[in-house]
């Protein structure tokens, strides 16, 4: 397939393309339509390996690795870190807040997609030389794009090297935050509190049960209503705190049943197990 | 097959990438399109260059990788220092620019 | 090379600019003193420019020519002709004593911070625009006199907007915002003339391929430019537009009262014994110079304009109740006779038209200043606030009566001369435009008279009971300018001496010659 | 000699100088330096008439030119003068007459504390006025003639505290300036026509021009002479006029300045000579105002006010006697002379008549004063014989000759003019007789003055007795010397002369006159000598009334020019600051408002932006799919 593509177009290319565009197209609507950022940045590395097929299709097949290893593989990584760090699982609001905007953008859009689409058609483009000769004449793909990389390109080349060391360095001061005062100790920070009339005492902590013993679900109160103090504030503005309190209260009762009926004990067994429990 | 459906096919692509920068609202899915848009770009390079027996597309292509992922790198670093400091990582936050 | 006699006149006032500017807070004496003798000295050199030049000579002289900006043909030229000689002397003659007239006008208020300048801002910007004035009338390259109009906007804007009239009614915030609103109006509206003739400017370079004034005349002159007929209007039109509105012609005049109702009276006769008759001077040496035909086509609606101006300023004039609008509709009404002047395109009416410039300046300069000084003892711009003044400060009052009647053509001052000029120029060519204009003499009497005797006649008022005569500095503000106007009125030979052969050549540029006397008499000379 | 010329106008206007910007330290002597400077002019106007009177008739006129006034390509202008017989009548009379009022003065502002100012304007109108009838050219003829308005309008608001004296002085000068218009068209006129404006060569070739361009120069310099003698229509000013001090009504309103339009019309007697209609105007406007100020001076109770309509009547006579022609130049330059001896000798007897009354002037509060000033009555009585034409008196000599001159202008035009002549000779005794009646005979009907102060008559000083007796002695010799020492022959080189035919003989219309003269010196003493003399005027007949308020002139001045021109200027102050500012103001505010608009588009919102910068691409490349396809 690939010693074809460098010559001329087949059937089974045609098949491939259908097949792949179709699925490609559907990749980047998704991306665009996805709430979760998450999806998105799958979607788009899924119509990303498509492209990277097509690469190969068309005879580059360095670009196609490429493709995959760096688009694919580091970029796309890359996206999903920093959307890890920013919330994997928060979804966009669907409302539109800027007046006509999105009729705006399918207007534009559709007009721009219609007007490149007919300058396409528009464009004399029946030449067709294939990539035979030109892969071939330095022994290969990957040697052909070496000799311009390394002749005709050098200087680009050089200056694209220069771009990504700056890149990979405006990118360390950018997310590196200087310190620039001491450190506070740990007696000013409390003496600080005081001053500001904060909780004094650490907060509660989490509600850790036999059965949750997880950081996301609260302490209850005396009265058994859950304290959202004891939970850390990044679950509680997440929304991620699971309140079990209800749940935890009814198991609890259940078991002291249960158990007061199995093993015939009196009250008073009953309330040791519940001062052991606690 | 016309190997010109392959710019058809580009040309989708970046007009969906284009439309996704106009109405998704967070700066991540945003880049993401603009991705997108230049992978469209590049396609179509790679397309030009099959027809015309010519490997300066596919150089093109290369280059437009490097600058993106140059690019990927500092906007990423951007959108973690904003969302560090504004608790949110929408580009309609940052609207300070107005009169 | 000659001595840049032309360069060094424009230059030596910027530099005193430059140096007034940097004079210390605390030496505002120092600062006055050293921008009073830059305009002196200024003033010599403008009486070198005079002395050397000769009336018989070439239509340009003590020319100066280098290259500026070579790509675009833009040349650093300057010539004189006799309109130019007579309008620098103009200007450097009055600044002196717009100074002398303001020297108290910029000083701090008492509260005002230590490090604040004003007085050495006001004098600079004075002398800044005296320079770019000069360095206007100088400019025999078109592109250059463009810039320097446009300039001069810079420093008068500051000096309307940032030193206003102390005397106002109402708060000092709302006198702030009228002051800063007649800025910036004066601005816009010239801002916008300048944008017009810049667009004109451009054209004109397509067309002819170069700025320099002589050598566009000469081509035009010998056939070797062409210019459409439509073209040549429409770039008419552009220049014309732009000195009209400096001029200021109606109906682009309401500018005008509110800049001079605003500013201080040594600003107000800034903006229009100097700063507006750049407009006047431009329109006679380059709309007739650069576009004779067009000219010509457009006479019949500028004449109508400019009797519309005559007679509206004069009449608006004596509906005012506030003494420097109404010297500034009687301005406005002037100018309606040195456009009048310029566009009868008779000798008499052009050189009477340029004579007005002159004599218009200093007379409004003397009346000015002195409703200057009479404002700043009773702090109201009010007519109605006055009424016996003549019986407790007779000078002022007899000085405020000089320049009246210098405002109104009395024969025997310097600006009966040129009115009548422009009369008999215009009534020559078109004798329906010289009747309706001369019903401008009888309206300027009854502005003027009607002003002096509200404010300077009759019983006499409490508030101005105490008001002290003329001081010595008023004085020799006021007298040296009413013995020139005097002097003029009676002897103005040596001026139309300089100015006669220059509008010969516009007269010929324009390709018109003086109608004719239907009955000439033979024996003139046998008569005498 | 020629050059002395100058030194006549240079004495004055030195001395006005000298006194205006002299200072305090000069009022003490500035009265004695102004009347030296005026007898100094005088002397020289004697001098250059003795070396004139040496010379052949036809080459009489000098000549002196000083120097290029205003030279523009064909308009040449001279500061040049020329001297012949008609300038040197005005000089000597101007001079000479001035020169008295000058000494009246002395003693009349004594108590004055700005003496020394008013000797100044004095001086300064003596040179204007001398300017304006020596000047060689029409324009510097305008030159004095307005200069003598300056000193007019100064001298009228001479007392400038009184609202009124202010007003008047304003008025004045706003009259003379309508009649301006007038001079300076003409003289534009003439430039047209002939190329110069220069008295010599515009006179000389005259005839050469059209007809309606003379008519029409004629008619305008009829408008300069109505505005500056107060003619029909221009003479409203002149009553009002009254309120300068009364050396000034005596010598400018009554006998130089105001006859300046004599003058003006004599000496451009060539250009009416070929202008029939113009000169026909001229007629009828004189015989107008003759009757007009009669019938003003008849009814007015202000003694001034009274001699001022008398003043408009006896200028009547002049201006009509010079639109007669050849035949009436003469005489009109004639009683011109002998009215500047009576009238101002009437003037000065008014002013020495309230100098004894506390500045009373009404003169219904007189009454019985020829006792008290034997001198101000004997001199204004033979001043008050002149004026109606008693025979032999001076004003007899040239009035007689007027009615004869208006008679010989023939056909009904002619008995038509001769007519109101006589008429108005009528008047002139009844209202002239009334005047010296309500003054110096019956009851005394005194009044004490707005302080309190009975009146105590008293002869006034000696300083202006003096010069009221050399007045009276001209007024009562002036006519005989004239009539018998050949002035016809005198002017005739400059204004020609014509006997004309008359349709009845001299002696006739001599018979005539006296007779209409008798009639209405009867009449006022059946009115006024016979019956006492109310104090408060009764209300009189409509004619009176209306001739109270100077036959509704002013009130009609009032209703089109002052009441319009004020809704006028109102409206159009109006119309600058809403429509030509609101236009540009609009302007400023819709484009403000628009681009507030178009500050919407800028959201902020890096997405909006990008919408149009997509919309944008799309629009460039269906540019260039257009361009392609085109």
């Known amino acids: ?278 | 097959m016309n190997p010109v459906n392959y710019l058809y096919l580009a040309a989708l692509l970046f007009t969906i990438g284009a439309v996704g920068v106009l109405i998704r609202r967070n700066a991540i899915v945003v880049f993401m399109c603009v991705e997108l848009m230049l992978n469209a770009c590049n396609l179509a390079f790679v397309t030009f260059s099959r027809m015309h027996g010519n490997l300066d597309g596919q150089i093109i292509a290369f280059f437009t990788m490097v600058v993106a992922a140059a690019e990927v790198v500092v906007g990423l670093a951007i959108i973690v220092s904003v969302f560090r400091s504004r608790h949110s990582a929408s580009v309609d936050d940052a609207s300070l620019m107005k009169l | 090379m000659s001595f840049p006699l032309l360069t060094v006149t424009a230059a030596v006032p910027a530099v005193g600019a430059i140096l007034t500017a940097a004079v210390p807070a605390g030496r505002r004496t120092a600062a006055k003193w050293l921008a009073l003798l830059v305009s002196l000295a200024t003033l010599v050199l403008a009486g070198l420019v005079f002395a050397r030049f000769e009336p018989g000579g070439d239509r340009y002289q003590l020319t100066e020519s280098h290259a500026w900006i070579k790509d675009f043909g833009v040349r650093y030229e300057l010539g004189v002709d006799g309109i130019g000689v007579a309008l620098i002397g103009l200007t450097a003659l009055l600044i002196p004593f717009v100074m002398l007239a303001g020297w108290h006008d910029a000083d701090p208020l008492e509260t005002s911070s230590k490090r604040w300048r004003p007085t050495q801002g006001f004098f600079a910007l004075i002398l800044m625009v005296e320079a770019m004035v000069i360095l206007s009338f100088e400019a025999t390259d078109v592109f250059l006199f463009y810039i320097l109009f446009e300039a001069m906007l810079i420093p008068m804007y500051f000096l309307i907007g940032g030193f206003g009239d102390r005397a106002h009614s109402g708060s000092d915030e709302n006198a702030a915002a009228q002051r800063s609103y007649a800025a910036v109006k004066f601005l816009l509206y010239n801002l916008v003339g300048g944008l017009i003739m810049l667009a004109a400017v451009i054209g004109l370079y397509t067309v002819a391929g170069n700025f320099s004034l002589t050598e566009i005349a000469e081509a035009r002159a010998n056939g070797t430019l062409e210019m459409a007929t439509g073209t040549e209007r429409w770039l008419f039109l552009g220049f014309f537009f732009a000195f009209a509105v400096k001029a200021p012609l109606w109906p682009l005049h309401t500018w005008l009262p509110n800049a001079m109702g605003e500013a201080t009276a040594p600003v107000a006769v800034l903006i229009t014994a100097i700063v507006d008759k750049v407009g006047t001077f431009a329109m006679l040496r380059f709309c007739l110079g650069l576009f004779p035909e067009a000219s010509q086509w457009a006479t019949p609606v500028i004449v109508v304009l400019a009797l519309i101006s005559i007679v509206y300023g004069a009449l608006l004039a004596v509906g005012q109740r506030d003494i420097k609008r109404l010297i500034a509709y009687a301005s406005i009404s002037h100018f309606g006779f040195i456009v009048l002047g310029i566009f009868a395109m008779t000798s008499q009416g052009q050189s009477g038209a340029t004579l007005y410039m002159v004599n218009h300046g200093i007379s409004t300069a003397a009346l000015m200043l002195v409703a200057g000084f009479l404002i700043s003892r009773r702090g109201s711009r009010l007519i109605a606030d006055y009424g016996g003044v003549q019986k407790v400060a007779p000078v002022l009052a007899g000085t405020f009566l000089i320049g009246g009647l210098a405002t109104l053509s009395l024969p025997g001052l310097a600006p009966f001369v040129s009115e009548f000029l422009v009369l008999v120029g215009t009534f020559a060519r078109y004798p329906a435009a010289g009747v309706v204009a001369t019903t401008g003499i009888v309206l300027a009497a009854l502005y003027v008279l009607v002003l002096y005797q509200r404010t300077m006649t009759g019983p006499v008022k409490e508030e101005v009971r105490s008001m002290p005569d003329l001081r010595p500095r008023e004085l020799a503000v006021v007298a040296p300018l009413i013995a020139v106007l005097l002097f003029l009125g009676v002897f103005p030979k040596p001026l139309t001496d300089v100015v006669n052969p220059a509008v010969r050549h516009t007269m010929s540029d324009v390709g018109k010659t003086d109608p004719t006397p239907e009955v000439p008499v033979q024996n003139v000379e046998a008569a005498k | ?630």
């Open chain 1, 1 to 278: 397939m690939s010693a074809l593509a460098a010559y001329a177009t087949s059937t089974g290319e045609a098949f491939q393309f259908w097949i792949l565009g179709t699925v490609a197209v559907i990749g980047a609507l998704c991306t665009i339509l996805m709430r979760k950022a998450v999806h998105s940045a799958l979607c788009l590395a899924g119509t990303m390996i498509i492209l990277a097929v097509f690469y190969l299709a068309n005879g580059a097949y360095f670009l196609g690795i490429v493709q995959i290893v760096v688009y694919t593989g580091a970029i796309m990584m890359l996206f999903l870190f920093v959307v890890m760090l920013v919330g994997v699982t928060a979804a966009d609001s669907v409302k539109e807040t800027i007046k006509g905007q999105r009729w705006w953008a399918a207007a534009c859009g559709l007009g721009f997609g219609v007007l490149l689409f007919a300058g396409i058609g528009n464009a004399s483009l029946d030449e067709f030389t294939g990539l035979g000769a030109a892969n071939t004449a330095h022994g290969g793909n990957v040697e052909g794009l070496a000799t311009l990389i390394f002749t005709k390109y050098v200087f680009a080349f050089e200056i694209t090297g220069a771009l990504l060391i700056t890149a990979s360095v405006g990118a360390m001061v950018l997310t590196h935050r200087e310190r620039t005062e001491r450190a506070r100790t740990q007696r000013e920070l409390a003496e600080r509190r005081v001053r500001e009339g904060k909780h004094l005492p650490p907060l509660p902590a989490p509600g850790v049960y036999a059965r949750h013993n997880a950081v996301d679900v609260p302490g209850l109160l005396p009265d058994g209503t859950p304290s959202e103090l004891t939970v850390i504030s990044t679950l509680r503005e997440r929304g991620q705190v699971r309140d079990v309190s209800a749940e935890a209260l009814a198991d609890l009762k259940a078991l002291e049943q249960r158990s007061a009926e199995r093993l015939g004990r009196g009250r008073d067994e009953a309330r040791e197990g519940k001062e052991a429990t606690r």
């Open chain 4, 1 to 630: 000699m020629d050059n002395l010329i100058a030194l006549l106008i240079a004495a004055p206007l030195l001395g006005a100088a000298v006194l205006l910007c002299g200072g305090r330290r000069l009022d003490k002597t500035g009265h004695w330096l102004g009347t030296l400077l005026a007898a100094v002019s005088f002397a020289t106007a004697v001098a250059l008439f003795a070396d004139m009177l040496g010379k052949g008739a036809d080459d009489r006129a000098m000549h002196q030119r000083l120097f290029s006034w205003i030279p523009v390509e064909g308009f040449q202008a001279d500061i040049a003068f020329q001297l012949d017989q008609l300038s040197m009548t005005f000089v000597l009379l101007i001079t000479g007459v001035g020169t008295l009022i000058h000494v009246y003065s002395i003693g009349y502002m004594e108590h004055d504390e700005r003496r020394r100012r008013f000797f100044g304007y004095l001086n300064l109108f003596v040179a204007a006025m001398l300017l304006l009838v020596l000047a060689d050219n029409y324009l510097l003829l305008y030159f004095g003639w307005e200069g003598v308005g300056l000193a007019s309008y100064l001298l009228i608001g001479f007392w400038q505290h009184k609202p009124s004296a202010a007003t008047a002085a304003k008025k004045a000068f706003l009259v003379n300036r309508v009649g301006d218009i007038g001079l300076s068209i003409a003289i534009m006129l003439m430039f047209t026509t002939f190329g110069t404006f220069a008295f010599g060569p515009v006179l000389a070739s005259a005839e050469n021009a059209t007809e309606g361009k003379l008519t029409a120069i004629g008619l305008m310099l009829l408008l300069a002479a109505c505005g500056k003698s107060a003619q029909v229509p221009l003479q409203s000013w002149l009553g009002d006029a009254m309120e300068g001090p009364t050396p000034v009504s005596a010598l400018i309103h009554a006998a130089t300045m105001v006859t300046a339009g004599v003058y003006l019309i004599v000496r451009s007697a060539d250009i009416f000579n070929a202008a029939p209609d113009a000169q026909l105007v001229v007629t009828i406007v004189g015989a107008v105002t003759l009757l007009f100020g009669a019938i003003v001076g008849c009814a007015k109770d202000d003694i001034k006010k009274a001699l001022a309509g008398s003043t408009m009547s006896q200028i009547g006579y002049m201006i009509l006697a010079a639109g007669l022609g050849p035949v009436g130049y003469v005489f009109a330059i004639m009683h011109l002379v002998t009215h500047g001896f009576f009238k101002a000798g009437l003037f000065l007897g008014a002013g020495s008549v309230m100098h004894g009354m506390n500045d009373e002037v009404d003169m219904r509060k007189y009454g019985g004063l020829r006792k008290y000033m034997p001198v101000t009555f004997i001199t204004f009585g033979l001043g008050y014989l002149a004026i109606i034409g008693f025979p032999g008196l001076s004003g007899f000599f040239s009035k007689d000759k007027i009615i004869e001159a208006a008679f010989a202008k023939g056909g009904t035009e002619g008995w038509i003019l001769g007519a109101v002549t006589l008429l108005g000779a009528a008047v002139t005794a009844y209202y002239m007789t009334r005047v010296m009646l309500m003054t110096f005979f019956g009851e005394k009907r005194w009044q004490p003055d707005a302080d309190g102060r009975p009146p105590h008559p008293h002869e006034s000083p000696k300083s202006m007795l003096v010069p009221m007796i050399l007045l009276a002695v001209g007024s009562v010799g002036g006519g005989a010397v004239f009539e018998f020492s050949g002035f016809t022959e005198w002017l005739e080189p400059v204004t020609g002369f014509d006997h004309g035919h008359a349709p009845i003989s001299a002696a006739a219309v001599t018979a005539a006159t006296v007779a209409v003269m008798v009639i209405g010196v009867g009449l006022a003493y059946l009115q006024y000598g016979r019956k006492p003399v109310p104090v408060v005027a009764p209300r009189g007949s409509l004619l009176t009334r209306a001739a109270r308020r100077d036959l509704l002139q002013d009130d009609l001045n009032h209703a089109v020019f002052v009441t319009g021109g004020t809704h006028l200027t109102r409206s159009l102050v109006y119309v600058d600051h809403t429509l030509v500012d609101g236009v540009v103001n609009g302007t400023a505010a819709s484009v403000g408002g628009l681009s507030g608009r178009l500050r919407k588009l800028q959201n902020g919102y890096v997405r909006s932006y990008a919408v149009s910068m997509l919309g944008g691409t799309a629009v460039l490349i269906a540019a260039t799919l257009l361009m392609r396809a085109v």
